[in-house]
């Protein structure tokens, strides 16, 4: 009898400690998105800020996404770099960060913006910021 409680008083210990891991996953839906950017070059086919457009700012680029994190934007005579990475967690989801350090129209790209949608032929961004009613969208069509 001693045996069957302490067997029984396992179990229940065991079964109360487990925690329930499915609450803690980190999903990645957009993951592809490291493999299909590199593919092609790039233009911005809508850039809001705040509901303002300002794609006029950024709609002569093309952008070229390179494996190892860097992007170029080139239009005409014109040559920029910057940054980007996929960036996945709990806190914040799939995420594309882009940077370009310096003050040109291109800095309106900048910003850690979540994927929403990714296509052989478009992917689309959303950055909603917490506390406002501030709505960033961004989505680049192939070239």
């Not at 952008?63 to 709990?90: M, P, Q």
């Not at 806190?91 to 979540?114: A, H, M, R, V, Y």
């Not at 032929?121 to 950055?127: K, L």
Request: proline share 1%.
């Amino acid at each position: 009898m001693k045996q069957l409680i302490i067997i029984f008083s396992l179990v229940i210990l065991v079964a109360c400690s487990k925690t329930d891991e499915s609450d803690n996953a980190v999903v990645t839906e957009f993951e592809e998105i490291e493999s299909i950017l590199p593919k092609t070059e790039w233009k911005v086919n809508n850039l809001f800020i705040n509901n303002e457009d300002y794609i006029g700012s950024v709609q002569n680029f093309s952008f070229i996404f390179k494996t190892d994190g860097i992007v170029e934007a080139k239009a005409d005579s014109t040559s920029k770099s910057g940054t980007w990475i996929y960036r996945n967690s709990l806190e914040n989801g799939e995420q594309l960060i882009i940077q370009f350090n310096d003050t040109s129209s291109l800095n309106k790209l900048s910003n850690q913006w979540e994927i929403i949608s990714i296509r052989t032929s478009q992917v689309e961004f959303i950055d909603e910021e917490k506390n406002s009613d501030v709505t960033h969208l961004l989505s680049f069509n192939k070239s």
